[in-house]
Each structure stands twice: as structure tokens, then as C-alpha cells.
């Protein structure tokens, strides 16, 4: 059994849906764990103690060690004080799990640039700044798991999502850099693309989803990920309902030429469209255009 004990765990938005379901199982596999959740609407107006002292409460009634703590991920002031509230309780921060997220869902053409901007805030500035607080204390110990909560939605693109979208793509950027930077200081970092019946999803998917797509069976990859023995880093994955697939970033053959024009694309565009072999880093990228 995978164990997490001595671990300290931080998960950003743990008050409710996914969150919660990753405080409650890292908890129960012996993690010390901080619940983080701003306890705002889907929308990220409003705020409340209530959702995070619930989980809190939650975890040590079943015997377990959970701090709740009511930051915002988004502000700088935010993410130091989830940090610190994981150093005063526990001591160190070995797991960050990001995962608090909100909705401004509207098509491209009628979309705020405050809806764009709310959007991003709290999924990629939240990210990375929940990541970078803990960031000196991993360093420091040689040790890290971060996991990035990206979303089908970004890799594949949604209607009506071009804020959350755009958010959900940029953590993959993130969590990629994220993970080359770490190697030598021993952080992994990771990003899953879920899907689960929660409170953002329930108005959206099918009812016959709720019994297969449990929060339950993402925490269960993100359990993995963030355990000692996982060696993976840089890597995304979808997951729900019981499934777990990697996904990533490749690049195709292409065509070239030394002689480059709009009408030579044109001609070859069969070629520049071909999928195989992939490409997978930047640097084979690079030597592939030499
Ligand atoms: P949820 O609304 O139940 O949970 C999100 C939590 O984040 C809420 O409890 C909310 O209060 C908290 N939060 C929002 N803004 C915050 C902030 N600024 N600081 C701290 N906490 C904040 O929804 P969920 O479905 O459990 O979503 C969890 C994550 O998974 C999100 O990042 C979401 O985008 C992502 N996701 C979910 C699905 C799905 O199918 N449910 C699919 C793709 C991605």
C-alpha cells in the first residue's frame, strides 16, 4: 500500500469536489494535510471558513492530521500564508497539490476581460505561486511533489471556455518547466487532466455520470503521483471514471526547405500535417530544423 506517512500535504481548494476527495485520501494514507479553500461561489465570488474547516474537521474525526486554512491561491499574500500555515502546523511542505479552481464560462466573442483575467488568477497565478512559497522549503530538502490541475477543456479546447481553456494549457507549460527545473532537487511535477461529478460539472454532464465519475478515481491517480516511489515528471494525464491515459505534447516529422514560401507550404501541407514519428522535447525540436 502506498503510504504517506511524515508526509505534509497542501491541497489548494479542498473544501469541496476533488480537492476535498485528495485531502480525505492522502489523509487517511497517513499524510498531514492542509485544506486550503478560499470557500467561494463556482464563480470565485464570495468566501467562507466553512468548506475548509469542514474537511479539516472531517480527517481528524477519522483519526487523521489536517490544519484548515481560508487563503486565497491567487494573491502572493495568499499563497505564502497556505505555505506558512503548512511550516506552523507540521513543519515542512513536502506535497502541493493545485488544485482550487473557478468558472467564467462565455463564449469567445462576449467574454470580459475581467472574466479572462478572474479565470487565469486563480488556476495558472494561483498555481504558481502556491508552488513557488513551498518551492525554497523542497529545494532545501532535496524532496517535492507538486501535481497542477489542468482540464480536457485546455488540451482539447471547449466551447464557451476560452478563459479556463487558455488557464488549463498555461499549467501545462508550468508543470512541464516545472519539472525540469526540480529534477536536480528532486521535485517532481505533474499535471492531471480530470473529469468528476462535482459542483462545476453537475449541471453539465449526464446524471448516469455520477456513479462512475467519483472524485474518488482521480484522487487515486493523484495519490500515485504524489508518492515517493513515482518517478514521473513533466507529464500529463487524463483521468476519470476509471481511467488513466498520459498525454502529451508531440511534434511530427514536418517538411522542409530552404527555399520557405507561403505557396511551398501550401503544396507540402500534407507533409507539415503528418503525425508520425512525434517529437516530444524542445531540443529534439530544435535539431529537427537543422
Ligand atoms: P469545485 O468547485 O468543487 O472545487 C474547486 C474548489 O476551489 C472550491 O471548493 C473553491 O472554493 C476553491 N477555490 C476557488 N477559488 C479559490 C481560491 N482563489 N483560493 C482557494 N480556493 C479556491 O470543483 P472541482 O470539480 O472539484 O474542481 C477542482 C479542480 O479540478 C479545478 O481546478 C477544476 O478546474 C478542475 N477540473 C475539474 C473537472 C471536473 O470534471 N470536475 C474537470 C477538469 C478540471
New binding site residues.
Given amino acids: 500500500m502506498l503510504r504517506f506517512d511524515d508526509r505534509v500535504a497542501i491541497i ?10 485528495h485531502a480525505l485520501l492522502l489523509a487517511e494514507r497517513g499524510a498531514k494535510v492542509v485544506v ?7 464563480d ?1 465570488t464570495g468566501a467562507s471558513t466553512g ?1 475548509a474547516a469542514e474537511v479539516a474537521d472531517l480527517i481528524t474525526k477519522n483519526g487523521g492530521q489536517a490544519v484548515a486554512n ?5 494573491t502572493p499574500e ?1 499563497a505564502h500564508a497556505i505555505v506558512q500555515a503548512a511550516v506552523d502546523a507540521f513543519g515542512k511542505v513536502d506535497i502541493v497539490v ?6 467564467r464560462d462565455k463564449s469567445f466573442g462576449k467574454m470580459t476581460v475581467e472574466e479572462f483575467d478572474a479565470v487565469l ?3 495558472v497565478r ?1 498555481s504558481y505561486l502556491v508552488s513557488q512559497a513551498a518551492y525554497p522549503l523542497m529545494k532545501a530538502a532535496g524532496y517535492g511533489r507538486v501535481v497542477n ?5 485546455g488540451l482539447f479546447g471547449n466551447f464557451g471556455q476560452a478563459n ?1 481553456s487558455t488557464a ?1 494549457m498555461g499549467l501545462v507549460g508550468l508543470t512541464k518547466t516545472l519539472g525540469i527545473e526540480g529534477a536536480r532537487n528532486g521535485i517532481k511535477a505533474n499535471a492531471i ?9 453537475e449541471a453539465l ?1 449526464p446524471a448516469e455520470f455520477e456513479a462512475k ?1 467519483t ?1 474518488e478515481r ?1 484522487s487515486a491517480l493523484v495519490a500515485y503521483l504524489v508518492h515517493e516511489s513515482c518517478e514521473a515528471t513533466g507529464e500529463v494525464f487524463t483521468v ?1 471514471g476509471g481511467k488513466v491515459a498520459r498525454v502529451f505534447v508531440a511534434e511530427g516529422p514536418g517538411w522542409k526547405s530552404d527555399d520557405l514560401t507561403p505557396e511551398a507550404i501550401a503544396d507540402n501541407w500534407g507533409a507539415v500535417m503528418t503525425e508520425q514519428p512525434y517529437v516530444l522535447t524542445a531540443a529534439d525540436s530544435m535539431k529537427s530544423m537543422l
Fill in positions: 489548494t481548494g479542498a473544501g469541496h469536489g476533488l480537492g476535498r476527495s486550503n479553500d478560499l470557500g467561494g461561489a463556482l470565485g468548506p481560508a487563503d486565497d491561491v491567487a495568499g493545485n488544485n482550487a479552481g473557478i468558472l488568477a486563480v488556476h494561483g490541475t489542468s482540464s480536457p477543456a479556463y488549463k487532466a480530470p473529469v468528476a461529478w462535482t459542483r462545476m460539472t454532464l465519475f472524485p482521480v476519470g
